[in-house]
RNA sequence: GGGAGGUUAGCUCAGCGGUAGAGCGCCUGCUUUACACGCAGGUGGUCGGGGGUUCGAUCCCCUCACCUCCCACCA
């Protein structure tokens, strides 16, 4: 494409900056600049007042997603607000090993040239996988950048670093010796795909369509047998019992008898088991599975019973499912069917709405498995973590997450921990060939118990989220007594998505307890999850929003002031691409703003800030409202309303400075009445109100806001650390804002006015205001903005004087006006008066019938019903004045 | 089976005791020289249904309907 012609580039050179902006020319070097200043890493005294967070650790595999953009979004915008606030603001950076997620990605590659983990074996896998984290993983940490993040990389963390390995294996070693960690036989969530047990939480619950199996097991001595129910028949092969209810009349019969396994004939005891069984459903009589399934596996402890495993780690059947074995367990589920059908056994099979359990990762059906795990006894770690909520130690904002955390807190079993996998923290406990058990911080050279040497350390990993769970602390160096330790823990805010509120934030705050004594952060703001137009992202709906996409189309500052702006109290967070550009042109918008107030300053001696004297009723409106809006921005900040916040500055900058106040100086600013005093106000009054706005609005879109103020204050990179304007109230003006408001008012009715006539918006209107309007507070105030009105207005004429007869009427800001249009001939806008008229006739109506209410008098607060007095009058005016018309 | 949240303008969402707001969209005008990624004016809402409390309810309470999510060992 050829090259727009000379006007652009004149405009650039005479202005300074281009008519419309590329984020691509600024965004990489204004990062590299703050990063090289150390603006990222806190400064001043150790003690000063800080403010510190840790990124929640993405996983090395990831690529950043448009959910971690806003969450991150969220915290840079916290950390640059402190930091211009005057903190000595701390981010840590990080990264999370994210053991079955890393392990899966390279395993995939494996696969792909036909090879198994178990191939290279341990030690060379692990090798692969660091190799391939050093080439691959990462990526996420340069987009962070690309987002402008300003986390200080000097404190970049690794949950497999030696330091955080250490502190993850203390943490184990502590609270085994605490009794808190243990290792025992039971059956745990088993996902055959990634063949390693899983927590609770890792597994999700699907409804399903399945099918519920009635079978008849024999028992000697009772014809009709037992009738069993269940939807995994083919763990009837691990029966070893069945069970009753002891008050159930029905099964009185099946008491003491022993019952026959069909297709393996193992004899079952019938055992009655108030717990268990449920009077209600079904026949009332159990199938006992201990090794497959968690409640068989308490009766089977409760009365002594075998487990036999039939199903095993690679989702076959076992060697004890005799003819089965080998078989996939749905393949032996079809053919144990099938047998038990051609037996006549099979009473019913019904169609059957299962919660089939699946896993997180890989999607896998879970199988309940008996094997041997490590455990976190949870009880005794809740329950501190459970009173520093109640009793505001921690925060959550907002708040009523406090309820959800509550309920789940006080409702956890044990904590399974040990993975089958390699990558990860490997557990620290030894094994001597006596069978006891060496748990230390060091590889011991003989067993703590018999003092052999033969000692050989358990083969499986952590948890990833019990590495995680001590990332606030352990970033820091724990369990070293470091500096950082000090200085920097507990942290303040930790934001992130609500959905790990039981993976992390719960189990952090156990941890930060447990271990170091304290609470790690004292708010954690859960946010919700990003949706795109209110469904959720995904391929097939192809409405999937690459943040990196967006910022390459939009600019970082835009997907940053989207997603800020998009930041919802609720549980979604919806984003769409048409907010992208609106913030892509609001940020044009700003750029433009500038280039229109540098066009004034330029060559003219360097402006003073604004003192008070001299100013214009327009320049301490707009005082007023920067000052006012400064406030509101705090506020919301402080209250984590991030899509206010940002709406405050949006909502100034646009349509107060941009719309009104600039608009309004331009004719003070003219080139004849330049160099006067009100003019000069005005310049300092401009350029003191763009400069608050870039550093309002710097959090939300750094890049561009550095960009302009390099341009205007010739201090490059020093906007990030320019003190955030407070509003402190010092230019609040009352007299000044409802004199403005007023003129704007009038403005838009004198406009209005044309439309409704069908003229054109430069058609001259003469306008009258009558000075002994309802509300003339103003009026002196609007005498000293006549010439500013009639310039806005286009009027030909503006005089302060009783309402002429004859003329259109209409009461605007309480004010009295009378319009007329003296050279046009059109007579439209009737319909318009028609339908103003009954509807100001009907908002009378209301009032008059409120205030005639004595309730409403004698209840309703003075000021409220002075207030609608006030209406009320207002309205019989304008009434009469458009019925004059 | 429990629990939480939602239902407000065509769309996406704010508001949460004194009779409704934004952005986008839509309509009508504008080379008003910072900006068409713009300016100006406008259109558009029985605030899910029903009941109650209150002088007054979109906002509080009850109830129904429909969505969404979380938790739970019902074979």
């Known amino acids: 494409m050829p090259e727009k012609p000379a006007l652009d580039a004149a405009a650039a050179t005479s202005k300074g900056l281009e008519k419309t902006f590329d984020p691509a020319h600024f965004e990489e070097r204004w990062y590299a600049v703050w990063e090289k200043d150390g603006h990222f890493q806190p400064g001043g005294p150790p003690g000063s007042p800080r403010f510190v967070m840790v990124i929640p650790p993405p996983n090395v595999t990831g690529r950043l997603h448009i959910g971690h953009a806003y969450g991150r979004t969220i915290e840079d915008i916290l950390a640059r607000w402190k930091r211009m606030s005057g903190y000595r603001v701390l981010w840590v950076p990080g990264t999370d ?26 030690e060379t896998f692990i090798e692969r996988v660091w190799a391939w984290r050093r080439e691959s993983g990462d990526m996420i940490l340069g987009q962070l950048r690309k987002l402008g993040c300003s986390l200080d990389w000097s404190r970049l963390r690794f949950t497999l670093d030696p330091e955080l390995s250490r502190a993850v294996r203390h943490a184990f070693v502590l609270l085994y010796r605490d009794g808190l960690i243990y290792k025992g036989r039971y059956v745990v969530n088993w996902c055959p795909g990634c063949r390693t047990a899983v927590s609770d939480l890792e597994v999700v619950e ?60 193992r004899d079952l005891p019938v055992v009655e088991d108030a717990i268990l069984v449920d009077r209600e459903f079904g026949t009332g009589v159990v ?52 047998r038990l059908e051609a037996e006549g056994r099979l009473v019913a099979a019904e169609p059957y709405e299962i919660n089939l359990g699946t896993c997180q990762r890989s999607e896998d059906v879970i199988e309940p498995y008996l094997s041997e795990q490590w455990f976190v006894r949870i009880e005794p770690l809740a329950e501190p973590a459970i009173r520093a909520v109640e009793d505001g130690t921690v925060r959550f904002a907002p708040e009523s997450w406090a309820k959800t955390y509550f ?13 089958q996998l390699w990558w990860g923290h490997r557990i620290p406990a030894f094994t ?85 004594g304290q609470a790690p952060f004292s708010t954690v703001h859960l946010h919700g999850l990003v949706r795109v137009g209110g469904e959720k992202m995904s391929k097939s709906r192809g409405n999937v929003i690459d943040p990196l996409e967006a910022i390459q189309e939009f600019g970082a500052d835009a997907v940053r002031f989207t997603l800020a702006s998009a930041a919802a109290s609720g549980p979604t967070v919806s984003v769409e691409r048409g907010r992208m550009a609106g913030s892509r042109n609001f940020a044009t918008k700003l750029w433009n703003a500038a280039r229109f107030t540098l066009g004034q300053l330029e060559g003219r001696p360097a402006t003073r800030p604004p003192d008070g004297q001299a100013l214009s009723l327009p320049d301490r409106w707009i005082l007023s409202r920067l000052d006012t809006t400064a406030a509101d921005v705090h506020r919301h900040l402080e209250g984590f309303r991030f899509d206010e916040a940002a709406g405050a500055v949006y909502g100034f900058l646009w349509h107060e400075l941009c719309d009104g106040y600039l608009e309004m100086v331009k004719p003070v600013l003219s080139q004849e009445a330049s160099a006067q005093a009100p003019a000069e106000a005005a310049r300092s009054v401009l350029r003191h109100c763009l400069e608050s706005s870039l550093a309002l609005l710097h959090p939300f879109m750094p890049f561009v806001t550095e960009e302009i103020w390099e341009k205007l204050t010739g201090n490059p990179g020093t906007l990030i650390a320019t003190p955030y304007p407070q509003g402190t109230g010092r230019w609040r003006d009352a007299e000044a804002e409802t004199a403005v408001e007023a003129l704007r008012a009038i403005v838009t009715r004198v406009r209005t006015f044309r439309t409704e006539r ?94 005639q209410n004595p309730a409403y008098l004698e209840k309703a607060p003075p000021a409220v019903v002075e207030k609608t007095r006030l209406r009320l009058r207002e309205l019989e005016e304008k009434r009469a004045a458009l019925g004059r018309s």
């Not at 930790?494 to 992390?504: E, S």
Request: one cysteine or more; a negative charge; glycine letters at 8%.
């Open 97 to 122: 090993h994210a053991g079955i997620a890393t392990q899966m990605v390279v395993e995939r590659q494996l696969r792909e040239e036909g090879l198994a983990r178990q191939d290279l074996g341990r």
């Open 206 to 265: 699907r409804k399903t369509k399945g099918t519920l199996y009635k079978i008849r097991y024999d028992v000697p001595g009772v014809a009709e047998g037992a009738v069993v129910a269940t939807t995994r028949p083919e763990t009837m092969l691990g029966d070893t019992a069945l069970a009753i209810h002891p008050e159930d009349p029905r099964n009185a019969a099946l008491r003491g008898k022993r019952a026959l396994l069909p297709i393996v004939g």
């Open 287 to 338: 199938k006992v599975t201990p090794a497959h399934d968690v409640n068989d596996f308490a009766v089977g402890q409760r009365y002594g019973l075998p487990a036999v495993v039939v199903i095993g780690p690679d989702g076959k059947m076992t060697p004890e499912a005799g003819e089965y074995a080998g078989l996939d367990r749905f393949v032996a589920r079809k053919k144990i069917v099938e």
């Open 407 to 419: 309920a789940w807190m006080r409702n956890l079993r044990d904590w399974c921990i040990s993975r």
């Open 432 to 516: 001597c060939a006596n069978g006891h058990l060496t748990v230390a911080d060091e590889d011991p050279a003989a067993c703590d118990t018999c003092g052999s040497a033969a000692l050989e350390q358990d083969p499986d990993v952590l948890d990833t989220w019990f590495s995680s769970q001590l990332w606030p602390f352990s970033v820091f160096g724990w369990p070293e007594k470091t500096p950082d330790l000090e200085d920097f823990y507990p942290t303040d805010v930790l934001v992130t998505g609500y959905d790990i509120l039981f993976f992390w934030v719960a189990r952090m705050i156990m941890a930060g307890l447990r271990f170091t």
């Open 758 to 851: 069908g003229a054109s918006p430069t058609e001259p209107v003469e306008l009258t205001i009558d000075p002994q309007s309802p509300s003339r507070a103003g009026i002196p105030a609007l005498e000293t903005l006549a010439p500013l009105l009639s310039h806005l207005a286009r009027l030909s004429d503006l005089r302060f004087a009783p309402a002429e007869a004859g003329a259109f009427q209409d009461v605007v800001a309480g004010l009295m006006l009378s319009l007329a249009l003296p050279q046009a001939s059109a007579a439209g806008g009737q319909a318009r008066v028609g339908k103003a008229l009954a509807a100001v006739a009907d908002e009378i109506a209301q009032l008059s019938a409120k205030l």
